[in-house]
């Protein structure tokens, strides 16, 4: 079975998507359309802009949607998966992916989970760090203890973790991880605390949004960040979007439920080739590609 796997956040470069404005008429269509729902000319910042405007959260989510999304659509009838993943961001263009949502209504609400967490985390300073080398349980048990907030927010792969919350929480908490002998501790370079309760001003104002947008029946099975578990049914869709924004990503679970049903192959569709590493940290012996 194919298994088809989407990037987020962080997998974003200068360059990203030209080659498809440029060599396709159904690509640059989409594009076009997509800067006018947005409202300025994203495929400008996309295309010959510099790190520090792509960087910008409400133009990083939005770039690697359209990125992942339009390349999937002109691959036509090549395109067929059984199943499909999409990390954080990413669960958004598998959702367009496997028709549960279109184009234009993913591209929305993208745009506007974007702003929600750009504002949320202006509201409330906060950061995230990568703990390698540990396992998971002690991970949480020192997030757990950890005086102010600080949890997991992707279980990336096995040994790979990372942790989000207030900025003196995750230093706390770093510290702690040091101290029981993390391989590496890195402080990531991001807007603030994703996937922890300091979203849940994002969470609340994307809810409303979530619930008016038509959803329509997959075409397959989506593997969902909040549970790591397959749905095809529109309601729970809907509900494991939303707790997505205060939940953590559960990458390394998603990746052994697809392998536990079948999936025989994974193709990652988009910027980068980083959930190829981070699946075969799960299975060494599987296929994994890129687009």
């Known amino acids: 079975m194919k298994a088809y796997i989407f990037p987020g956040q962080g997998a974003q470069f200068v360059g990203m998507g030209k080659d498809l404005y440029d060599t396709s008429v159904q690509a640059r269509e989409m594009f076009e359309k997509a800067n006018d729902i947005l409202g300025f000319r994203i495929t400008d910042i996309m295309f010959d802009g510099t790190d520090e405007e792509l960087k910008q959260t409400k133009v990083t989510q939005p770039a690697i949607f359209l990125h992942s999304t339009i390349l999937s659509a002109t691959l036509g009838e090549d395109f067929r998966p059984d199943m499909v993943a999409g990390h954080s961001l990413g669960e958004f263009s598998a959702l367009v992916a496997n028709k549960t949502l279109s184009f234009e209504d993913g591209l929305t609400l993208v745009s506007e989970r974007a702003m929600a967490m750009q504002k949320a985390c202006e509201v409330e300073p906060s950061t995230m760090a990568a703990i390698l080398g540990l396992e998971d349980k002690l991970v949480e048990q020192v997030c757990n203890e950890t005086d ?95 707790d997505q924004l205060t939940s953590p990503v559960k990458w390394t679970q998603t990746v052994r439920n697809m392998l536990a049903d079948g999936a025989s192959s994974f193709t990652e569709v988009g910027p980068g080739k980083v959930l190829q590493g981070l699946v075969k940290k799960v299975d060494r012996s599987v296929y994994t590609q890129s687009v």
């Open 148 to 242: 102010d907030i600080v949890v997991p927010a992707n279980y990336n792969s096995p040994g790979q973790v990372v942790i989000s919350g207030s900025i003196a929480g995750v230093r706390r908490a770093m510290q702690k991880l040091r101290e029981y002998g993390a391989k590496r501790v890195i402080p990531l370079k991001v807007g603030g605390a994703f996937h922890s309760p300091l979203m849940v001003p994002a969470r609340i104002k994307l809810t409303k949004s979530i619930t008016q947008t038509h959803f329509s029946i997959p075409a397959c099975p989506v593997y969902q960040n909040a549970t790591a578990k397959p749905s095809i049914d529109i309601q729970t869709i809907r509900k494991n979007l939303i």
